[in-house]
């Protein structure tokens, strides 16, 4: 553990956590809203400061990052905690769960080893991701700027639920956000999420984007929460109106999981939402967690020939050439990569570290 930032001495032996909206006041001997920051005789500690529950070698589009450095192998951690609640979550077992809980099973590596192991084991990337790295703040401060220095990419799987200041210390550290956008209504993020707030998510989008960070939007497409046309047509014209045409859009088909119990969500609502996006304007979207589908794959929004094609995680053709379609040359500004087959990803899955 270690003390943690952003916080601040409050009245009685309790402290103000500032990492993020929810500001908890924490009494002496408890943890705030996420279970992983305490109060320890009136000073705040990070609890999971260099504590791992979760390591793996992932794809880069597992992520999902389609437009960065595709087929690039990720170092990919994670730990206990998260400052939402959603009923849907896919890692409930890790992200709802107190550090104080659950100690058991974490393995400790300090900055330094996991930098080493990203190296040794030939990833070009470390990600923080499987629960909501934002609550890690400073481990994942001090092993960006040691990726960094090492010319390691460095990408955050987040909620974007994180206050401003810690959010503008950290971005030049990070190179690509993935970042949710979990619905467009505050109702909706009220009532699933766990009283978190849409405004926070999308003036974090906005930062990380206005600071020219690699950014790609997720929604998991959920029936009779997130799935109308109106939700559709408000987000995909707040990305095209806020942040740009070319930011990639990802449509991910819900499964039943912790509290939900809605069914999966048909191909054809992730299809129309895809639909609907294009109409307002959006050049990427792509459709997720439906294996085999085409809307997985890149296509030139100029001549419509196939950029980039996708196999599972795994990319077996890319025609993007020097940020070019080859076939008509039209710029792919939201594409950060090398050239193929320089990159070609023949591991698709992924692979356990520890
Ligand atoms: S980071 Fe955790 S303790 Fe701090 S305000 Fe957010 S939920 Fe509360």
Redesign the pocket.
Known sequence: MKEAMYYEPSEHGMVL?N??P???V?PEGLT???GV?KNISGKLYALTYEMVTSIAIDPIEKKPLYHFYPGTRTMSIGTFGC?MRCKHCQNWDISHQTATESSNGMSRLQPKELIRLTKEKGCGALAWTYNEPS?WFEYLLETAKLAKKEGILTVMVTSGMINQPPLKELIGHIDAYRLDIKGFTEKFYKDLTGKAILNNVLENALLAYRAGSHLEIITNVIPNWNDSDEHFDGLSKWIVKNLSKETPWHLTAYYPNNKLTEPPTPTSTLERGMEIGLENGLEYIYIGNIPGHTGQNTVCPKCKSMLVNRIGFGVTENHIVKGRCDSCGHEIKSYKGKDFPSEINTNPHPERVM
Request: positive net charge.
């Open positions: 956590c990492l993020c929810r500001n908890c924490i705030g809203f996420c920051r400052n609550i």
